[in-house]
């Protein structure tokens, strides 16, 4: 039974997210009084990457690749959606465990991107891990003070804690601040330093080509679902599939929404950014939680 | 012509519809891009997306006037495209050379050095005509005729030959690794 339901985590994720990176697009087009692009087209870019003949870097990089696809399957299939209907795994969705997991992924995309032997994929490399220690201090703060107010870091607990109000209620500052780190985790607007295409040929990517482009979008797809649901489930209370996947939805499109007026951060006005506002409330969050001041 | 498989057919329906273009910009020509793709022509709308490398890139863009010197890179570039891969020839200086058909430094014929897909003539072309060449590259490719990466591959004894005559060596370097 389990089996099934992490099968159909992954199914929920890929065509979910595909859809809405689709939609996205159009939202980002209308926004600039453009038409766009159908909602599928992203379905089209995945299926003609993946029809191409790529070249391959090595070994390191071919290894690095399927690392990073295979982290961050192994995430998305532990992820609760919403309820404990929908856990696939209840003794495992601890926080731990998923952040363990979710570096997996970051890390074997960093370790072959750097094996393709490209200057632009060592700065984007690094550009993305300073960017990773940027958001998670905050996140890693904010999360702390959420499990010891709940006592438990079983997020499907969490979610079960929250019946009576949601997260976000219980503690504004933290769900605040869980919002700004996750659109670091996103790499949207403000904070797409990692991959920006403009300066830097879009960083980690540049050597890939067909096949391995697919693949990395396949692991983009199911990371952008693991951070969308974590936020879901600690912060918005899960609730029911179908309210999940409305929360799922009003979320990403309010990232695109900020993310598409926004212009780019350069990296440490970035680090500036996270280790100052964002870093202060989470430590004000941790002290209410401590003395007690929730609502 | 070799008939295609039906994955083949489906391969390509999928590419004409999804395209990500490098432009290389070389000459003039690359000054019509930015409306073709911004808000007032709006090419997303076709699928046809910018990429910053040549490696991600589907069709490679030559923007107007080569001459020796970016001919070189525009081979490198070329080379460094995955298959399948296509290539536009935009305004009149790749066709036949254009007004500098008798520069000591430029090329004349692009068609000699790399294979061209389409050809957008005009001087240079407006933002119009470059989404008619990109709606008939779309056609080719489905219908499966745009198959310039093959005839590279098949004569490439014979492009090698033009490319080594104009510019005395092509060798791609691999720095990092060398
Ligand atoms: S065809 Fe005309 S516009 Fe284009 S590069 Fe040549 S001279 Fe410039």
């Not at chain 1, 690095?64 to 969705?93: H, K, Q, R, Y």
Request: charged residues 15%; positive net charge.
């Amino acid at each position: 039974m389990a089996a099934y339901k992490a099968l159909f985590n992954l199914v929920v994720a890929f065509f979910l997210v595909l859809s809405l990176e689709g939609i996205a697009r159009k939202i980002m087009a209308r926004i600039q009084r453009r038409i766009g692009p159908p909602w599928y087209q992203n379905f089209i870019d995945l299926f003609k990457a993946l029809s191409k003949h790529p070249f391959s870097n090595g070994w390191i990089f071919d290894f690095g690749v399927l690392m990073a696809l295979g982290g961050a399957l192994a995430t998305a299939m532990i992820i609760p959606m919403g309820s404990i209907t929908w856990t696939p795994f209840p003794n495992s969705d601890n926080f731990f465990v998923i952040m363990y997991l979710f570096a997996v992924g970051a890390l074997g995309m960093a370790m072959g991107m750097v094996g393709s032997g490209n200057p632009w994929a060592s700065i984007g490399v690094s550009r993305a891990l300073t960017q990773m220690l940027g958001y998670e201090l905050p996140y890693l703060i904010v999360m702390s003070s959420v499990i010891f107010f709940y006592k438990t870091a079983s997020i499907h607990k969490l979610i079960e804690l929250q019946r009576g109000g949601w997260n976000l209620l219980v503690m504004p500052l933290g769900g605040i601040v869980a919002f700004i780190s996750l659109m670091g985790m996103l790499g949207k607007k403000p904070f797409d330093i990692m991959i920006a295409p403009a300066e830097i040929a879009s960083g980690p990517m540049v050597e890939l080509s067909g096949k391995y482009m697919g693949l990395l979008h396949i692991m983009h797809v199911f990371s952008v679902f693991v951070e969308i649901s974590l936020f879901v489930d600690v912060f918005l209370g899960g609730g029911s599939f179908g309210w999940y996947l409305v929360k799922f939805v009003v979320v990403w499109v309010l990232a695109v929404m900020i993310s598409s007026v926004l212009p780019r951060f350069r990296i440490e006005q970035m680090l500036k950014f996270y280790w100052g506002v964002p870093l202060g409330l989470a430590f004000l969050n941790a002290l209410f939680v401590l003395l007690g001041w929730t609502l | 012509m070799k008939e295609r498989t039906i994955w083949e057919q489906i391969a390509d329906s999928f590419r004409s519809r999804s395209i990500w273009m490098l432009h290389y910009c070389t000459g003039c020509g690359a000054m019509e891009l930015p409306p073709t793709m911004t808000s007032r022509f709006d090419m997303e709308r076709f699928g046809v997306a910018p990429m910053a490398t040549p490696r991600q890139a589907d069709i490679l863009l030559i923007t107007g006037y080569l001459n020796t010197k970016t001919l070189r890179r525009v081979i490198y570039t070329y080379e460094q495209m995955a298959d399948p891969k296509y290539v536009i020839g935009f305004g009149s200086c790749t066709i036949n050379g254009g007004i500098y058909f008798d520069s000591y430094s430029t090329i004349n014929r692009l068609d000699y050095y790399v294979p061209v897909d389409v050809y957008i003539a005009g001087c240079m072309p407006r933002p119009e005509a470059i989404l008619e060449a990109f709606n008939y590259l779309m056609e080719k490719i489905r219908k499966g005729e745009a198959d310039g990466w093959k005839r590279y591959r098949e004569n490439y004894e014979w492009y090698k030959q033009n490319q080594i005559r104009s510019l005395g060596e092509v060798y791609v370097h691999d720095e990092f690794h060398e």
